[in-house]
């Protein structure tokens, strides 16, 4: 019975430690609402989490149940005047449109790869 408990709590142990490895989270408050995957965000505070064993990015409203947006992450510069954790956005008008997600030196392809509108300027937000 002893052995048994035992392996239990080793299990247990390497199975939150291998949790705690697999997914980082970082918050970036974005001031404007935005369109991501043709869904609308409002402005707030956002998670930005990665799943380093899937090289998954998702994002989702701190403190409202609202849709998640998760992308496939691939590398990208390792410039180091770049943010850590960022959001790029593309602007036309009043509008912003989501166009990528960084997290150190990974980054999604571009999410706006055909825009609807001219894009006029680019923000990014982020640590």
Sequence with gaps: MLLRFRNLLLASTALCATAAFAAEQKKVEVPFS????NHV??????AV???????????????KPAQPFAWILVP???????????LTFDVA???HVLRTIRYESLVTPNLDAKPKHSVESTTTLGE
């Design 49 to 63: 989490s990665v799943d380093w064993t899937r090289s998954l990015v998702t994002l989702s409203e701190i403190g």
């Design 41 to 46: 965000y409002q402005s707030g505070s956002y």
């Design 93 to 95: 008008g009043t509008n």
């Design 34 to 37: 935005f369109v991501a995957k």
């Design 76 to 86: 990208g510069d390792n410039d180091p005047k770049h943010a850590k954790v960022s």
